[in-house]
């Protein structure tokens, strides 16, 4: 037996999942903390709007600027990652935006803190990517979307989390304060990740078998690929859902509903919350059951959450609306992995940081529109009629769904 052989046959079958399971629990961990830095803004709009005497409509920029950046960031970082690999590039990205995180506590005008919260945009961006990489290296194509949907459901920790954190830290020492404290647990976070991300798979082990696999590709032909852009365009429209949310329902609450940032908390974590389950689950659902039947798992699922958003605008108390808050975000959230398990399972694992990136790249531009238009419509109409702007996103993404591929065999590079 060669040296090589050797090597190769010490990943057993036990180490390969527990490669795959660390890798999970460190993934999770990071994108939590990405989260909450990134969604602890939305909490203290309040706050901020208030001090610095803000329309919604400017407010909403403070969230945009970032997602602007952050969305220019992507395809770049998607370069980046596979150039250098996932490790060193995440190490670098928590520290930095950790950095702008406390920055973001010290700006003392609105034009100053439109600019800390680009630069934290730019940091923050090259993260998606890498960690993307990281799990296609330490996973195989057969449980890559049940890994991916555990990563992917810190949306739910992370902006779960951010109230019943946030809230009480805004209460208790104010919203300069509380950037600074949550800047310190990233850089713990940071150097974590960098120790603890354990050794990638053999090739042999992360990528498709040969007879199902794509041909290698340029990266130039990932990029002009129109179905890595219409996943692109999918993922916009799903993620506006999530986007709109997060930024404006703590407002509402706190606005239109009369509660205490306290209350709050709780109620806008609630539904943020569920989604952790229902993300994982989904993406569980998709490697064992939906690989070759995505359309009708991912429109099924868009339709159903077009409905209780429905009910959710024309809930009458505060306890119905989050009840439909939560049902309609549970639901979306099974669609998650739906959006990138075939993606994930199919790019070749040299490219899949710029395919990720494009991906992300397209779910980013959700963040830059659905805060600003939904700011807009808040104040130049009624918060309903801002939650109906996500109504019909979700419904258009229900009908985008039906026009990606369907199977491995049909994901094409051509362009």
Not at 145 to 165: D, E, F, N, Q
Not at 174 to 193: E, K, L, N, Q, S
Request: glycine share 10%.
């Amino acid at each position: 037996m060669t040296a090589v052989d050797a090597r190769t046959e010490l990943w057993t079958a036990r180490r390969v999942n527990r490669t795959a399971l660390v890798t999970m629990a460190v993934m999770l961990c990071a994108w939590s903390v990405d989260y909450i830095d990134r969604f602890a803004i939305s909490m203290a709009l309040p706050s901020i709007g208030a001090e610095f005497a803000l329309s919604k409509s400017q407010q909403g920029w403070l969230v945009t600027v970032f997602a602007l950046v952050y969305l220019v960031c992507q395809i770049p970082a998607g370069y980046l990652a596979d150039r250098f690999g996932a490790r060193r590039p995440m190490l670098v990205t928590l520290v930095l935006w950790s950095l702008f995180t406390a920055l973001t506590g010290v700006a003392g005008t609105f034009g100053l803190l439109l600019l800390v919260r680009a630069l934290f945009g730019v940091c923050q961006g090259c993260f998606p990517a890498a960690s993307f990489k990281a799990v296609a290296e330490r996973t195989t194509p057969a449980n890559r979307a049940t890994a991916s949907g555990v990563m992917l459901s810190a949306s739910g920790v992370g902006a779960g989390l951010a109230p019943l954190i946030v809230g009480p830290l805004l209460m208790a020492v104010g919203w300069r304060h509380t950037f600074f404290w949550m800047a310190g647990c990233g850089v713990v976070i940071g150097v974590a990740v960098w120790a603890i991300l354990p050794k990638a798979l053999p090739g042999r082990l992360s990528s498709l078998p040969k007879e199902k696999a794509a041909p290698e590709v340029p990266r130039s032909r990932v990029l002009r690929s129109p179905v890595v852009w219409k996943f692109a365009l999918l993922f916009c429209l799903v993620n506006m859902l999530a986007y709109g949310l997060i930024t404006w329902v703590p407002s509402y609450l706190v606005e239109a509903r009369h509660l205490s940032l306290a209350q709050t908390g709780v109620l806008a974590a609630i539904p943020m919350l569920v989604s952790i389950g229902t993300t994982i689950l989904g993406g569980w659902l998709f490697d064992r059951f939906f690989h070759d039947r995505a359309r009708w798992f991912l429109g099924g699922i868009l339709l159903v959450t077009v409905v209780l958003l429905g009910l959710m605008v024309t809930a009458g108390s505060t306890a119905e609306f989050t009840a439909y808050e939560t049902l309609a975000l549970g639901v979306a959230g099974l669609a998650t992995m739906g959006v990138f398990g075939l993606p994930l399972r199919v790019l070749p694992p040299a490219v899949i940081g710029v395919g990720m990136g494009i991906l992300n790249f397209g779910g980013q531009v959700a963040g830059a529109v659905a805060p600003v238009v939904m700011g807009r419509l808040a104040d130049a109409f009624s918060y309903p009629a801002a939650f109906g702007f996500l109504i019909g996103t979700t419904l258009l993404a229900a009908v985008v769904a039906f026009w990606v591929p369907q199977r491995a065999e049909q994901f094409t590079f051509a362009g």
